[in-house]
């Protein structure tokens, strides 16, 4: 039996603090080197729904450490990735209002404009995250507008490219907010943990949260073809939406 489902995988920051938005370098290395041996196809985000048994990779917030640590990595493969950019945060710190305090989240650098640039002329796709990073469930429509058309303006102006992709901040969004992004992106990525199918709404595409999956068995398990390894990742899934929700 093989299963021909494909998945969106998150990560945000890469370093060795041990938070949980943070992977550690080498287990990432580590991650992209299993997917080159099993010859797992690493697809853009935009193609990931339509290919069976592909990957995926998006990371959040842009964080400074991507183009240090993600980007050799990724460019050694010749994978593709998009990043979710908070325009109004480039180059400065991921201190947004909303940011819980006192929970152990590290506040550290964002890449600024000219890094997202360079990127952007070298293949790697540049995702609306919002202006802000607000709660988008708790705005007005205006103010859901205004958050989209600004960053969307932002990373246009300074790529040259239009923005094809949106990752909801915290992953949450209510109706009205899902359909302003669905106006706006072909393509918006949730937190909903689980595989894609070919019917999943491209505007609440499911991801896999890689903090569950630093254990390699884990990560070798939801990527595996075969059968038993596939409905135990399906399990765990399933447990974790339980544990999480
Ligand atoms: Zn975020």
Redesign the pocket.
Known sequence: MKHERSCILTY?SMDSSGSVISIRPEVFRDQLEYLAETGTPVVPLHAVRDTPGAVAITF??GYRNFYEHAVPALRKHGFPATV?V?SEYCGRR?DWPTQPRNTGLPIMDLMDWSQIAELSHNGIDIGC?TAT?PHLDQLSAPEIEMELSVSCAAIEDRTGKPVLTF?Y??GEFNPAVREAVRRRFPWACSTRLAYLSTDSDPADLPRIEIYYLQKSFWFKQLLSTSGNAYLAARGMLRGLRQTFK
């Open positions: 945000h959040d917030d979710f908070v991921n995250h990073h990752a901040p915290y």
